[in-house]
């Protein structure tokens, strides 16, 4: 069954890729109106959407677990769909403080769960959905040869980060079985772009390369990650949102797998050509202590979500080339 979004409300829609969708949703669905609830944490900023022109577009402060306000914005905009993107997403800081998650990942999306079954049974003879954005890492490790991780692998969480939101994704699903909640799913591969957080891998070493700084690796740097252009990311949701099926989860990856050293090698080669210096950049790479539970490898199998049409459309260096700048820019704006 199709859905066609009118009023959507989006989740740390200030975060990295939540503000990607906004922009995206503002360029291929100007009539909807896009309602941006966001706790404006260390990883949010209502700067990645200082260009953004919608005469639609409302952002309110405030945060997921806020039952009352969820419950005030669900009936005030008559949303017609979710899609919710707010989360805690770093690795290291799960493994300081992993409670922020729990909170966060599981308790906030129960209280948007809660809080849309009650609010759609308002609207149940019209089109509704509730779509969760989960990641790659609640499938754990694969081996180096393993086959590409597809939507019924099992789960295998490895760090609190990834634990919490394994734990969020069943939530979603029982509401989907427990109250035929109109709901849809999607794992993503690691994601990179304009507006992400500086202490994700991709701008460490960018902003180490222009700060002529050490780039740091954990380990040996041989640990691979498939990589994901945020814009063909936000297009995939789209997609699932209008096209997917009821109660099913979908991969959105680019069979783009690289380990961080091969990757640290590329980047520093493209800073060489885009900002030339009396040294190689590769130069700055150092070596240091391997995050604890460090997953091996991830890679997820995406042929479910091409039978919908979708495919990635940016080139890995396009879109490398397109975040160096983007973060060439914000330094000489600093």
């Not at 149940?124 to 040869?145: A, C, K, M, P, Y």
């Not at 640290?264 to 800073?271: E, F, G, N, P, R």
């Amino acid at each position: 069954m199709t859905h066609t979004p009118s009023h959507i409300l989006i989740t740390g829609g200030a975060g990295f890729i939540g503000a990607n969708f906004i922009h995206h949703l503002a360029t291929q669905r100007p009539h909807c109106r896009l309602i941006n609830l966001d706790a404006l944490t260390y990883a949010g900023s209502q700067a990645h959407l200082n260009t953004l022109i919608h005469p639609n577009y409302h952002f309110v402060k405030g945060n997921i677990t806020d039952r009352s306000l969820v419950d005030t914005l669900l009936k005030q905009f008559d949303i017609d769909t979710i899609v919710h993107f707010a989360a805690e997403s770093h690795v290291d800081r799960s493994i300081e403080y992993p409670q922020d998650f729990i909170q966060t990942n599981l308790v906030g999306t129960f209280t948007l769960l809660e809080a849309a079954r009650q609010h759609f049974l308002t609207r149940s003879q019209r089109s509704n959905r509730f779509h969760h954005i989960s990641t790659d890492e609640v499938f754990g490790s694969l081996t180096e040869e393993a086959a590409l991780t597809t939507e019924e692998d099992p789960y295998r969480p490895n760090s609190p980060y990834s634990a919490s939101k394994a734990g969020s994704d069943h939530l979603v699903r029982a509401y989907y079985h427990t109250y035929q909640l109109p709901c849809t799913l999607t794992y993503c591969s690691n994601n990179y772009g304009p507006f992400q957080h500086q202490e994700k891998f991709i701008p460490t070493i960018i902003r180490a390369c222009l700060a002529k700084q050490p780039i740091p690796i954990y380990g040996e740097g041989k640990n691979k990650r498939d990589w994901l252009y945020v814009r063909d990311h936000c297009s995939g949701i789209l997609s699932i949102l209008e096209k997917g099926q009821l109660g099913e989860s979908y991969n959105i990856g680019s069979n783009n797998e690289w380990s961080n050293l091969e990757l640290v090698k590329h980047i520093c080669s493209l800073m060489d050509n885009m900002t030339p210096q009396s040294f190689l950049h590769q130069t700055l790479i150092t070596f240091v202590t391997d995050r604890l539970g460090h997953d091996w490898r991830y890679g997820l199998n995406t042929e479910k979500i091409q039978t919908l049409g979708w495919k990635p459309q940016v080139s890995f260096d396009d879109g490398l080339e397109r975040t160096i700048r983007y973060f060439m820019q914000l330094q000489n704006s600093q």
